[in-house]
């Protein structure tokens, strides 16, 4: 095999997935890349190589354990994602915000007036999910969007108060209408004190719009099945609540399917 920091990005891949090499593998291979280079080069402000090292290893056990299950392993496995506290990817987030602002900012309506946009779901993630590709964040094509600005489930790996900073880290005052975003959360972890906290940190961070649920799964699984018995149990749907029972199977799909935050998750 050539160095494998020759290697292009989808080579990399299939010496992964062949078994030829190892995340660590072609991390220490970089490492060393960079530190023959970068004295004449000098393109790093900061290096974090331990860092470098110990997100390799994590890859390379969850690439382990993927294949054990049998299960498809993503391609974007290693990169930060919007959610996880990630300086970068946080700001890349709130580049295509501002850029969408910026559209909207340079259009004048008949009447002269600007047009303001709102970031706001409501029922919508399922259907604009089915219209939708995959895309980098780990979202499968054809699943729903998140609720509002709330980051994707599966980039959320860092805790809630993590994802919550990652949020209320963008500009929202580009929203005239406001931004909502959707905390979902695992009953036992709801107690009144955690929800005080909860809402202090969502609050002192910038946050606009706090929703969620404190219903457990195991609860609205029943309640889709056999919704004469739940004729009452009322959820936070997007921008505002409803019945379950009466909620679109779409709906209720994406209702089920969000991430429920709890104590055995870091938390930030």
Not at 217 to 235: E, F, G, I, N, S
Request: with cysteine; hydrophobic share 40%.
């Amino acid at each position: 095999m050539n160095r494998l920091t020759d290697l292009t990005a989808l080579q990399s891949l299939q010496a992964l997935n062949s078994g030829e090499c190892s995340s660590l593998d072609i991390t220490n291979d970089m490492l060393k890349r960079i530190e023959e280079k970068e004295p004449s080069v000098q393109a790093f402000l900061t290096r974090t190589p331990d860092l470098a090292l110990r997100q390799a290893k994590a890859a390379d056990e969850k690439r382990s354990q993927l294949k054990k299950t049998g299960s498809s392993i993503p391609r974007l496995l290693g990169l930060p994602k919007f959610g996880q506290g990630h300086a970068a990817a946080d700001a890349m987030t709130n580049r295509v915000l501002r850029s969408v602002c910026d559209a909207y900012d340079a259009y004048r309506n008949r009447f002269g007036r600007r047009i303001k946009p709102m970031i706001m779901t409501f029922m919508m993630a399922p259907v604009a999910g089915q219209a939708l590709g995959a895309t980098p964040d780990g979202r499968r094509a054809g699943t729903p969007i998140t609720q509002g600005l709330t980051p994707q489930s599966v980039a959320m790996t860092q805790g809630l108060t993590t994802a919550i900073g990652s949020a209320n880290s963008l500009d929202l005052n580009r929203f005239a209408g406001g931004t909502s975003s959707m905390w979902d959360l695992d009953p036992d972890y709801a107690t009144p004190p955690t929800l005080k906290a909860i809402l202090q940190a969502f609050l002192a961070t910038g946050g606009q719009m706090y929703q969620g649920n404190t219903t457990d799964v195991a609860t609205l699984v029943k309640a889709r099945k056999d919704p004469a018995q739940y004729p009452q149990l009322m959820v936070r749907i997007g921008g505002f609540s409803g019945l379950f029972v009466a909620c679109d199977p779409a709906v209720q799909d994406e209702i089920i399917s969000r991430r429920r935050h709890g104590v055995a998750e870091p938390q930030g």
